[in-house]
């Protein structure tokens, strides 16, 4: 059974770009939530998708955006790209049937912004 | 505004003796409380969870206490293996009033945990 997979694993990308990360939940999981993980800190919740919808949303700017599929996977898509969004991007999965809050994570995606 | 924290960066000891790692939050809100470990290169694995309805939870060698007067909790590990050096991480989280699986987990920044054989 797969886990949680995260596409690319690492990104180097220029101020002013756009970057799409992406992210296959484990199997049976229908929630997908995304995490920015700068050096040093824990993650921070960027937001989570549920049933294709934007179900809650962390303390990050409209540049951040994402989407979610009918097979349940999700994008995360961040704009004009600026240093400071260089960090380690996690995605974690949840069954919506679980009664408590454990997400399972991904191995992330590295980005680098020069 | 740091509604979790975990105040000690590092903490090193000896294989074989406990680990003690600690959690402070402000959040009265909070009302479910998990404990993930992080290796270089992977994403933090889930270790073990604790309802704010109890005040321990065990599963093995890693021991989950609760003080919600202090808005405090520990994660004890005995006895330590050199296999345990990781990051730790404390979340918090509010379980949705319907009891199905909602919301952010709000981390704090991690503790490095080096065990020496």
């Known amino acids: 059974d797969a886990g949680v997979t995260q596409s690319p694993t690492h990104l180097i990308k220029t101020r002013g770009q756009q970057v799409t990360l992406r992210c296959s939940p484990k199997?049976?999981?229908?929630?997908v939530s995304w995490y920015q993980q700068a050096l040093g800190q824990g993650p921070q919740f960027i937001f989570q998708y549920y049933e294709e919808e934007e179900r809650q949303r962390g303390n990050f700017p409209d540049r951040f955006s994402g989407h979610q599929f009918p097979n349940y996977s999700s994008e995360l898509n961040v704009n004009a790209l600026l240093l400071g969004d260089s960090a380690l991007y996690l995605c974690?999965?949840?069954?919506?049937?679980?009664?408590?809050?454990?997400?399972?994570f991904g191995p992330g995606t590295r980005l680098t912004v020069l | 505004d740091q509604q979790v924290k975990q105040n000690s960066p590092s903490l090193s000891v000896q294989e074989g003796r406990i680990s003690i790692l600690n959690c402070d939050y402000t959040?009265?809100?909070?009302?479910?409380f998990l404990w993930y470990k992080k290796y270089p290169a992977e994403g933090p694995t889930f270790l073990i969870s604790?309802?704010?309805?109890?005040d321990k939870n065990e599963d093995g060698r890693f021991t989950v206490f609760l003080n919600k007067s202090a808005k405090h909790l520990s994660l004890h590990i005995v006895p330590s293996q050199p296999g345990d050096s990781a990051v730790y991480f404390c979340a918090a989280s509010n379980i949705n009033a319907g009891g199905t699986s909602y919301g952010k987990l709000t981390f704090g920044q991690g503790t490095i945990l080096t065990v020496h054989p």
């Open positions: 199997s049976g999981h229908d929630t």
């Open positions: 974690a999965s949840s069954p919506a049937t679980s009664t408590y809050n454990e997400q399972f």
């Open positions: 604790i309802s704010s309805i109890k």
């Open positions: 959040n009265s809100m909070f009302d479910y």
